[in-house]
């Protein structure tokens, strides 16, 4: 059963983002734009600001947004079809190494990556889009 936490208040994950407390928002909105509703839940991490964000939809979670001092990591785990779909698209090469280059697991294969500015955010949307894109016959 998964451990959650009690949410941060906006203030204090503000201050602890910094300038990149619009970009936590911006993902959040790029990622709802593609599949809604989603929820936030928090989850307890090792990691300095002590909790990370889960992105989930129906309790199936999506994306993991992981607060770091003044800037964020994205995490994201893609099963086979998805990581097949992913390696075909369109996203950006740096993405798609990550991908070939993470480990296969039973779960698939987890990534993890900076956010460093409004232009990466399409590509975890898109990300986002493949994991939950539906099976085709």
Do not use: C, N
């Given at each position: 059963?998964?451990?959650?936490?009690?949410?941060?208040?906006?203030k204090e994950l503000a201050a602890f983002l910094g300038a990149t407390a619009a970009l936590w928002k911006?993902?959040?909105?790029?990622?709802?734009?593609?599949?809604?509703?989603?929820?936030?839940?928090?989850?307890?991490?090792?990691?300095?600001?002590?909790?990370?964000?889960?992105?989930?939809?129906?309790?199936?979670?999506?994306?993991?947004?992981?607060?770091?001092?003044?800037?964020?990591?994205?995490?994201?785990?893609?099963?086979?079809?998805?990581?097949?779909?992913?390696?075909?698209?369109?996203?950006?090469?740096?993405?798609?190494?990550?991908l070939a280059e993470a480990r296969p697991y039973a779960e698939g294969r987890?990534?993890?990556?900076?956010?460093?500015?409004?232009?990466?955010?399409?590509?975890?949307?898109?990300?986002?889009?493949?994991?939950?894109?539906?099976?085709?016959?």
């Amino acid at each position: 059963m998964a451990t959650t936490i009690k949410a941060p208040t906006d203030k204090e994950l503000a201050a602890f983002l910094g300038a990149t407390a619009a970009l936590w928002k911006d993902i959040i909105r790029a990622v709802e734009a593609k599949i809604a509703p989603i929820d936030l839940a928090w989850k307890p991490s090792k990691m300095e600001f002590g909790r990370m964000g889960l992105l989930q939809y129906k309790k199936r979670t999506l994306l993991y947004i992981i607060p770091q001092k003044r800037k964020i990591l994205v995490a994201i785990v893609l099963g086979a079809r998805a990581y097949g779909l992913a390696r075909a698209s369109a996203l950006p090469a740096a993405i798609k190494t990550l991908l070939a280059e993470a480990r296969p697991y039973a779960e698939g294969r987890g990534i993890r990556f900076p956010v460093s500015s409004a232009r990466d955010i399409p590509a975890i949307a898109r990300l986002v889009e493949i994991k939950v894109a539906p099976v085709q016959p």
